[in-house]
Nanobody, 124 residues
Framework: QVQLVESGGGSVQAGGSLGLSCAAS????????MGWYRRAPGKERELVAL???????NYADSVKGRFTISRDNTKKTVYLQMNSLKPEDTAVYYC??????????????????WGQGTQVTVSS
């Protein structure tokens, strides 16, 4: 079974920094795009940042210049460094990965997986 396990998050005052990480585990052949999404209370889930296997990145306008997404392909892990945090960044953050994994019969199958979510709270 493939799993994405997140760590990090927590509470911080406005202007502070937090880091998130998300590790993919299981019978994985390769990981394509990885990303972070968030859902604030009463709002729809939104994209925060994406990174391809080659390291190309894309950010939501609201986080550009403050957040940095990176990945370690050898560890199948994606990171999100969040600086200059604002109260409006408060949300549950979810990692996502598009990958190829081995089935029980050793077929290579493509799947899209989500982490369990981690709370980030920024107080003013």
């Amino acid at each position: 079974q493939v799993q994405l396990v997140e760590s990090g998050g927590g509470s911080v005052q406005a202007g502070g920094s937090l880091g998130l990480s998300c590790a993919a585990s299981g019978n994985i052949f390769t990981v394509y795009g990885m990303g972070w999404y968030r859902r604030a209370p009463g709002k729809e889930r939104e994209l925060v940042a994406l990174i391809t296997s080659g390291g190309s990145t894309n950010y939501a306008d609201s986080v550009k210049g403050r957040f940095t997404i990176s990945r370690d392909n050898t560890k199948k892990t994606v990171y999100l460094q969040m600086n200059s945090l604002k109260p409006e960044d408060t949300a549950v953050y979810y990692c996502n990965a598009d990958l190829i994994y081995y089935s029980r019969t050793y077929e290579r199958l493509r799947g899209n997986y989500w982490g369990q979510g981690t709370q980030v709270t920024v107080s003013s």
